[in-house]
């Protein structure tokens, strides 16, 4: 079936590292794919998207990185603060017959950032 | 950025009892929000689709009796719990696309229910 998993569940990092954060997707027909932030008792905070026709996209502080050909999506967090504590999950998108979208998520990881 | 509201944030209820959520967007219109679910430590579960002006799309294995979904206007769209039971807590989130097409959803903070 089809699934979106990521590899580890919790990740701790020193402040002022680099953060990895991996994720494993089944699904090839999928438009693309999207990481969220969700901090503790709020909903998800939409962070970086990347085209399934893209291999690479930079943002603030951040890099998503897409490999097809293993199907495996990171995110790269630059200078990890403390403030990116929180629970990083991948997500991908894809367009519905009839119009739309719809989201499948992966199980998520704990981003600990260690002072 | 676009804004998504829920509310109530919290609720608790009794066995038997219904609960409403709503899930507004603020400054956008939306003919289509999602309502997902969301058990301690895990991911989120797409539980249904609402469409304004039509009947929700609901995922397999999802009760349309037990979770009733209504989208009556452009920026709204309610989730109704009812027959609450305990294994029903949780934590319910909306979302919603700002235009046709578009490819950010914008999710609500989410809604903490438990029943008793």
């Given at each position: 079936g089809?699934?979106?998993?990521?590899?580890?569940p919790t990740l701790s990092v020193q402040e002022g590292d680099n953060s990895i954060i991996n994720c494993a997707y089944s699904n090839s027909a999928s438009d693309y794919f999207i990481w969220y932030k969700q901090e503790s008792g709020k909903g998800p905070q939409f962070i970086i998207d990347i085209r399934s026709n893209m291999d690479k996209r930079q943002g603030q502080r951040v890099t998503v990185l897409l490999n097809k050909t293993v199907k495996h999506l990171s995110l790269q967090i630059a200078a990890t603060q403390p403030g990116d504590s929180a629970v990083y999950f991948c997500a991908e998108n894809k367009?519905?017959?009839?119009?739309?979208?719809?989201?499948?998520?992966?199980t998520g990881t704990q981003l600990k950032v260690e002072l | 950025g676009a804004v998504v509201s829920q509310h109530p944030s919290r609720v608790i209820c009794k066995s038997g009892t219904s609960v409403k959520i709503e899930c507004r967007s603020l400054d956008f219109q939306a003919t289509t929000m999602f309502w997902y679910r969301q058990?301690?430590?895990?991911?989120?579960?797409?539980?249904?689709?609402?469409?304004?002006?039509?009947k929700a799309t609901y995922e397999q294995g999802v009760e349309k009796d037990k979770f009733l979904i209504n989208h009556a206007s452009l920026t709204l769209s309610?989730?109704?719990?009812?027959?609450?039971?305990?294994?029903?807590?949780?934590?319910?989130?909306?979302?919603?696309?700002?235009?046709k097409g578009g490819n950010e959803q914008f999710f609500g903070p989410g809604t903490r229910l438990t029943v008793l």
């Open positions: 089809e699934s979106v998993g990521l590899h580890l367009s519905m017959a009839g119009g739309g979208n719809k989201l499948t998520f992966g | 058990f301690p430590k895990k991911s989120l579960m797409l539980m249904a689709t609402s469409n304004e002006g039509s309610t989730l109704t719990v009812t027959s609450a039971h305990p294994e029903d807590s949780s934590f319910y989130i909306c979302s919603a696309f700002p235009w």
